[in-house]
């Protein structure tokens, strides 16, 4: 956990099918809302076919600097400093080593965005800690990554070019893939943890 981080320059050397196996298997080993772990994983090798498959990213980048926009009311350095190097990558940080996993969940009861209350979102949840799970696998095994949330309508675009049967939903675009020696990390916060820690005296 300590090493995990969020790397967006990769070398282009390969990730072996036995570590892919390994930090895929680490998804299954994630708490799941409903005990059945319906999680089925797109992967998509070689930087062409993963072009075509996130080509409809291209004509969002515009509206992800709308959302980085949107839920900035900090004017923080060092959250701008990630996304200045964040934003014009996220692309080629898709492509770079060559390897992409689309992580779908099985989305029963009502569609992912028409919650009508706060466990209609565990299938996405559960997906979530899969993906953590996988961040730190890929650590484990000496590997950085990334992913990018669809925004606007990349994830319709990116379910039709995968063929993704209905009720099916992925959570994000994840790469793995060996950092480059020059990989550039933003500075992350420092937390002072017990300061977020807020013991509840009981009223009598
Ligand atoms: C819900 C969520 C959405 C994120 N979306 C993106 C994204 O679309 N593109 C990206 O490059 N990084 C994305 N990130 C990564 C964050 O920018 C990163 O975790 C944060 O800057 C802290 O850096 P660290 O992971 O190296 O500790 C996302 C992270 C989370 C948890």
Known sequence: MEKRR??????DREVSDEILKRVIG?????????????????VVRGRENIAKIIAPLAKNVAAFKELVAEVDESGDKDKMAMFADALPKQQKMLMESGLLIIP???????????????SS???????WCAVENML???????????FHIPVADEAK???????????YEFAC?????????????????????EERIHELQMLH
């Open 104 to 118: 779908f969940f099985r989305q029963l009861t009502c569609p992912l965005l028409k919650p009508t209350e706060q």
């Open 6 to 11: 969020t790397y967006r320059d990769f070398s």
């Open 136 to 146: 730190l696998a890929a650590t484990a095994e000496g590997l950085g990554a990334v």
């Open 157 to 167: 675009q990116i379910k039709e070019l995968v063929h993704a049967p209905e009720g």
């Open 121 to 127: 979102l565990n299938y996405f949840a559960s997906a």
């Open 26 to 42: 680490a998804a299954f080993k994630a708490p799941t809302n409903d005990h059945l772990r319906q999680f089925e994983f797109v």
């Open 173 to 193: 675009l994840l790469t793995i893939g060996y950092p480059a020696e020059s990989a550039f990390l933003p500075k992350q916060k420092a937390i002072n943890v």
